[in-house]
């Protein structure tokens, strides 16, 4: 059974949605709140309800945040692999959720930013497994050397997905020099692809991603938001899928929703171009959606592909029976 092995770190979100953020010194009531399981839990939920069994192997806390994550990854029938820390809960961010669909985070780290390899040493990697490795866990001195260890012993057959995440400047080089060199995909928006490989153009950019920071990986994926993503695989094949309009209301979480059901459609074998226009579709529902663990389920995705594929199919002959009627 192909599993998702989630080797990166969860946290609970306290989500305020407010029409703007404040001024400095200044204050606002939030029209909404709600305490939800955040960070690599998006990923995980996503990948989950697009069909791929998925288990968490970072590290999660003793207290009142672990408990509410761990009761999260059971309802969502994530498999927990590690056992609590004893000595530290689980972290927590403030999400502010903006009237124009932004999010602006304040992050206070728990037990998921001190990992060891004795942590880890619970996590079987099965043949058919695929693993996840997030830029957030590479950020903490106290976890980014075991990570970084061992994902670098991983059997060579095993795929790996690194997501750098926004926070891509704060992992050293050499660690991040480290991951990508063992990455199977790379998948990461418009800025992080240019925090890494320096160039302005997604296109230049996934040319030295692949080039110069993977030589191991088999396609890189750079994200835009709402206009879709770009993809670059190793035999040169190379293009960009269109995102799909839709009102958006949240876009906390889109990125991971777009990553979970894009490895999902991988590691069923559809082709890499139908798994991205596929993620495209996941993080377009999602972002129509309140909350930030809003990824929406297979069956959904595949409802709105459909009918995006009868509107498309139906545009030229709408054109030509209005050119009649002119």
Known sequence: MTRLIHA??????YVYRIDTLPKPGGEKTASSYNRIAGGGFNVMVAA?????????????GTGPEGDFLRAAFAAEGVETLTPRAPDLDSGNCVVLVTADAERTFVSWPGAEAVLTIADLAPVIVQDTDWVFISGYTLSYPGSREALADWVEALPPGIPVIFDPTPVVADIPSFIRARVLA???WLSCNVAEARAIAGASEPATNAALLMSEHCPGADGVVIR???????LLLRDGSDGAVDGFSVPAVDTNGAGDTHIGAFVAALARHEQPFAA???????????VSRHGGCAAPRDAEIRSFLAERNHAEADEPVRRDEMRRQQ
Request: no cysteine.
């Open 8 to 13: 990166g770190s969860a946290v609970v979100d």
């Open 48 to 60: 989950r309800r697009a069909g791929l069994p998925v288990a968490f192997a970072g590290r999660h």
């Open 182 to 184: 063992r990455s199977t």
């Open 224 to 230: 835009s938001g709402a206009f879709g993503a770009y």
């Open 276 to 286: 991205l226009r596929y993620a495209n579709a996941a993080a377009a529902i999602s």
